[in-house]
């Protein structure tokens, strides 16, 4: 995200967007991908209250959160691109309050990957994560990427 400083995502976090909703994709290649065509929309606000119930020493990833949004709603899939913003954007409110926090560093990307569009970026998720007792190992030579190391092993089961 761009200009951080200005923007108020705890607002955006409140605005549901017309959300929840379904939607029927038609592209074939979308269907084969997903595994169906009723795609699910979840407000941000939805992440936000997912990613507050993962105690510490737990993590989650985005992918376990949208299967369970798509389970939970009868739906094939849970829409991608507006996963990974809500998830930001509730990981950005949080640094805007004081109250009410949203343990944001402790949801991941696929395959327990560290988000690098948290605040402070993956210097500070792995920071939080390691003082929490995880160990972040680190992947690729030019283009570095880190990840939770055995992340399956403390995967939060969402019901």
Do not use: C
Not at 37 to 45: E, T, V, Y
Not at 65 to 79: Q, S, V
Request: charged share 30%.
């Amino acid at each position: 995200m761009a200009n951080e400083a200005k923007k108020d995502f705890n607002a955006m976090l409140q605005d549901n967007r017309d959300m929840p909703k379904m939607q029927r994709v038609t592209d074939p290649k979308t269907i084969q991908r997903y595994g169906g065509d009723r795609m699910f929309f979840a407000p941000p606000l939805v992440y936000d209250e997912i990613m507050k119930r993962v105690p510490e020493g737990k993590i989650l990833t985005v992918t376990e959160i949208r299967d369970y949004l798509a389970k939970k709603n009868d739906a094939d899939f849970t829409e991608p691109m507006t996963a990974g913003i809500f998830i930001s954007i509730a990981a950005w409110a949080d640094e805007q309050r004081s109250t009410n926090s949203t343990p944001y560093w402790r949801t991941l990307k696929t395959n327990g990957e560290l988000n690098p569009k948290y605040p402070g970026g993956v210097e500070a998720q792995k920071a939080k994560l390691e003082n929490e007792g995880h160990t972040i190992i680190q992947r690729g030579r030019k283009n570095l990427r880190y990840y939770v190391e055995d992340y399956k092993d403390v995967l939060f089961e969402l019901d």
